[in-house]
């Protein structure tokens, strides 16, 4: 099967089946509400710097598609919507447009219509370890990328039976790729990054890590649904059984930002609330795919709305943790209860003080 066919599946069974996690984590997280926040809505400043360029909110559509001709209109309305609002944009893995040169206008049409916004590009680790470090210069060029997302998608690959699991040398080729012309971004797709991963590629050179952790999207179930569509019975049973696997995102967030990582937040962030959560976790942005593919294949108004959503909710939480600006809320008090403070409290972190460790990490 080509890339470009099964990428095709996926954004197909995206749509149409439940894909999402067994238990969302950022319900496990709270911000304390402040009844008298002495501040006033209109005057909270939610803008931030990423890249080098000014967002409106701290927040990014994390990479999804492009590769064939009918995602080309899905990337251009993100692109257009996030131009609009004021956020990054991600594009899909990039692999497609170095087999088939002839779709590299459905990544490049991206800068087209978003001229301004930092776009960030993206193609596996094991592609790395094939292509050489130099592709990350040309992947770049082709949607003039302000970082390159190199993407770690093991389980993914695991339960495909013509899946890549040659895991060996990833680190070494992320290593001779983090001094290029572009930053590194070390990118899950829905299993999370624990603080070992996370010291070693800072000791690799890579600065940004979107944890993409556990609690949204699951690519195991993705893979569950399509081996069920061919027929393949125990690469179903596979995807089922691994569908929650991996480190919840707000665990992985703590674990990254202790570890010094600038983290974006992914996985599972269904709002602008946890958005917020995120900030004060200790993420520089939240990041989210799924929510705004249906309205992308809808028209870029439909995704401009989406946005509009996820920015008035984050900047409510800030007006209600009477968070003026984001250094403000990223000292925001929260709690962690249930399932997700016992695996912080198992893994070595007080939840009582965890702004300790991100004042460590800073
Ligand atoms: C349709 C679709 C396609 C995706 N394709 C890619 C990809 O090519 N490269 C990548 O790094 N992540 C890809 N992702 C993963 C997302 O960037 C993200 O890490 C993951 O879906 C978790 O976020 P979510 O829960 O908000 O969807 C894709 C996600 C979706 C929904």
């Given amino acids: 099967m080509t890339t470009a066919k099964r990428k095709l599946d996926h954004i197909r069974i995206c749509l149409d089946r439940g894909v999402e996690g067994g238990w969302q984590p950022f319900e496990d997280v709270a911000l304390v509400h402040r009844a008298l926040p002495e501040i006033d809505a209109a005057e909270i400043d939610s803008r931030c710097r990423f890249l080098g360029k000014e967002l409106a909110f701290p927040f990014m559509i994390t990479g999804m598609t492009g590769g064939h001709p009918e995602t080309k ?22 692999r497609a447009a170095l087999e088939n040169s002839e779709v590299e206008e459905t990544f490049s049409a991206v800068r087209d219509a978003a001229p301004t916004i930092p ?7 094991v592609q790395l370890v094939r292509e050489g470090p130099e592709v990350i210069d040309r992947l770049a060029e082709m949607i003039e990328a302000d970082a390159v997302a190199v993407h770690l998608n093991f389980l993914q690959e695991s339960v495909q039976p013509e899946g890549e699991t040659e895991a060996r040398g990833a680190m070494a080729a992320i290593r001779a790729a983090s001094d290029g012309r572009v930053p590194i971004i070390a990118k899950e797709t829905g299993a999370g990054i624990c603080r070992e991963d996370a010291l070693a590629l800072l000791e690799a050179g890579v600065e940004v890590i979107d944890v993409a952790g556990m609690g949204g999207t699951s690519w195991s179930g993705v893979e569950a649904y399509r081996a069920e569509e061919r027929g393949d019975g125990e690469s179903a049973v596979m995807g089922r059984l691994f569908w929650s696997w991996g480190v919840p995102t707000p665990v992985s967030v703590v674990e990254c930002a202790s570890a010094g ?8 962030v269904r709002s602008g609330i946890d958005v ?27 995704v401009v709305g989406a946005l509009r959503a996820y920015e008035r909710a984050f900047r409510t939480a800030m007006f209600l943790t009477a968070s003026r600006d984001l250094s403000a809320l990223e000292s925001a008090p929260f709690i962690v209860v249930g399932r997700t403070r016992e695996i912080l409290e198992e893994r070595g972190f007080d939840s009582k003080k965890l702004s300790i460790y991100r004042e460590m990490s800073r």
Avoid: D, W
């Fill in 119 to 125: 776009i960030i590009g993206n193609i596996g680790a």
């Fill in 261 to 268: 990582a600038e983290v974006i937040s992914s996985g599972g």
């Fill in 73 to 94: 209109e899905i990337n251009v309305n993100l692109a257009l919507a996030a131009q609009e609002v004021g956020v990054a944009m991600g594009v899909g893995s990039q």
């Fill in 276 to 302: 917020a959560k995120s900030i004060a976790l200790g993420a520089r942005l939240g990041g989210a795919a799924l929510p705004f593919l249906r309205p992308a294949t809808e028209g870029s108004s439909e």
